[in-house]
């Protein structure tokens, strides 16, 4: 259920090119990006006290990605903002001068972005960000899908105007065929994870979700003790491991990776002791984690700054986004989509057993934080989970 990171390089210096994608310097400069979107505004963090009280630690804070963009998740930073700085470097090539984002909708950066069509596989939420983003320039986009990503969902996207490509088996699989298809048409693949060669564009991915720990930081009261953030092939883990191991330093707080027990390709990673790809296996419900080999560029990061990982059973998603629903005395209820719940969900898995609870040092003066980091993306299926009707999801916008 959950290992401490006993790799060679924990605890060691970021390589200098992720200490500079994730610096504070670079989150500044994702969020002035931010500040030219239309329905841009920081999200929520709310105070658990009373599952703090429950649980018997000082404080729970969760950072509710679920209002981000009008999109729902915490992807909204990422491909949207990917896609952004790919058209603005395009334009500075073509125009021979710089371009800054105040340009982004001149008649100048229009045309240029009307040439251009990005691609990416997805689960749901990364390829709704990467569309999103592509109408916003105006770019054209080919989003890639597997069997398992649900009608709601390819929905969801293709209201932004992109063409939708089903693809047969895993998302391995769909990342395989859109990596093929682009590279076939000339196309621009933005892709969330990484492997030998493509790094830089998932970088930047990874960067876009810095502005969200901005915001948490300058809303938190005092800065975490503990961090518990899902992973699926390690982007989002690897950006907020990286991000605290650049503004604390050594005294960082401690970071657990949280992926689902069906598909945990980080876990199983740090038991190899390197980068391994494991097989598909029976699907869980925390869809938008469902990933069997890990970003390279995650990995990087996360064997160096993250202090363990654990998994979660599909009960212990479920029974969070419950108890998110139908919270303590005194708490704000948060709409949490099962894989939104999965960080909280971690937490309150080793707060059962006294063992992982000593490994982490949790106790009466741990400060946790956690991102929900998608609210109700699939509102029938959420309803079903919680017990609800559907017609009673309230969606963020």
């Known amino acids: 259920m959950l290992v401490t990171n006993n790799l060679p390089d924990h605890g060691h210096a970021l390589d200098a090119a992720d200490a500079e994608t994730l610096s504070v310097e670079s989150a ?14 920081p999200t929520p963090l709310h105070s658990l006290a009373g599952l703090a009280r429950e649980t018997g630690v000082a404080s729970i804070h969760v950072k509710d990605e679920g209002f981000r963009l009008g999109l729902g998740s915490f992807k909204a930073l990422g491909g949207s903002y990917a896609v952004i700085r790919l058209v603005l470097e395009e334009a500075e090539r073509k125009l021979g001068r710089p371009v800054d984002i105040s340009e982004l909708h001149s008649e100048a950066v ?21 569309a999103a983003g592509a109408q916003l320039v105006g770019a054209k986009a080919a989003i890639f899908v597997h069997s398992g990503v649900s009608d ?28 093929r298809v682009c590279d ?63 503004i604390f330093g050594k005294d960082r707080p401690r ?7 069906r598909a945990a390709c980080i876990y199983e990673s740090a038991l190899a002791g390197k980068p391994v790809k494991i097989e598909h ?15 390279l560029v995650a990995w990087r990061v996360l064997s160096k700054a993250a202090d363990a990982f654990m998994t979660v059973a599909e009960d212990d998603a479920a029974n969070c986004m419950r108890k998110l629903a139908s ?35 949790l106790d009466s ?33």
């Open 327 to 361: 919270p303590c005395p005194g708490d704000p209820a948060i709409v949490a989509g099962e894989s939104g719940a999965a960080g909280l969900a971690g937490f309150l898995r080793v707060m059962q057993d006294e063992d992982a609870r000593a490994k982490l040092g």
């Open 110 to 130: 229009a045309d240029i972005a009307r040439q251009m069509t990005v691609g990416c596989a997805t689960d749901g939420n990364h390829g709704r960000s990467v």
């Open 152 to 179: 709601e969902r390819v929905e969801a996207i293709a209201k932004f105007g992109a063409q939708m490509i089903r693809v047969k088996g895993t998302y391995d699989d769909s990342v395989a065929e859109a990596e």
């Open 28 to 41: 500044k400069e994702v969020e002035r990006f931010l500040s030219h979107r239309q329905n841009h505004t």
């Open 281 to 295: 296996g029976e699907e869980t419900i925390m869809a938008m984690l469902e990933c069997y080999e890990p970003s």
């Open 365 to 397: 003066g741990s400060r946790v934080f956690v991102i929900n980091t998608e609210g109700a993306t699939d509102q029938a299926r959420y309803a079903a989970i919680v017990g609800i009707d559907p017609s009673e999801v309230s969606i963020a916008a």
């Open 255 to 261: 970071l657990v990776v949280v992926e689902p027990d």
């Open 184 to 246: 076939d048409n000339g196309w621009i693949v933005v892709s969330d994870t990484s492997w030998p060669g493509y790094e830089r564009i998932p970088g930047l991915v990874m960067q876009g979700y810095t502005a969200m720990l901005n915001e948490a930081l300058r809303t938190l009261p005092e800065p975490p003790t503990h961090v518990f953030i899902q992973a699926g092939v390690g982007g989002l883990a690897a950006a907020v491991a990286g991000y605290f191991d650049v």
